[in-house]
């Protein structure tokens, strides 16, 4: 069974940090790429970053470019995302999704396996 594990979210104040951890099982963790989305009060859920576990490539979008850094470790099968310089704009539930693919994408409906959402708070 697929399983996806998000933890490490939380209450932070401007200016902050927080890492989120999503852990897998249930697939070959090197054949696939993991994104982490977004979705805040009232908007669409917005892939932000995104890793192809095979080679560690990343992407990000604009928005937490410079402030956000994804990767991954394979022996745990985890991923992780490093989040710094939290605004209140990033105040959102962060979900990791993966699909069996080596190739970085960020489109919702791409994704087979999701996990089940990690609340972020930022206060101003």
């Known amino acids: 069974e697929v399983q996806l594990v998000e933890s490490g979210g939380g209450l932070v104040q401007a200016g902050g940090s927080l890492r989120l951890s999503c852990a897998t099982s249930g697939f070959t963790f090197d054949n696939y790429a993991i994104t982490w989305f977004r979705q805040a009060s009232g908007k669409e859920r917005e892939g932000i970053s995104c890793?192809?576990?095979?080679?560690?490539?990343?992407y990000y979008i604009d928005s937490v470019k410079g402030r956000f850094t994804i990767s991954s470790d394979n022996a745990k099968n985890t991923v992780y995302l490093q989040m710094n310089n939290l605004g209140p704009g990033d105040t959102a539930v962060y979900y990791c999704?993966?699909?069996?693919?080596?190739?970085?994408?960020?489109?919702?409906?791409?994704?087979?396996?999701w996990g089940q959402g990690t609340q972020v708070t930022v206060s101003s």
């Open positions: 890793i192809t576990v095979s080679d560690g490539s990343t």
């Open positions: 999704a993966a699909r069996r693919s080596t190739i970085l994408a960020t489109a919702e409906n791409e994704y087979h396996f």
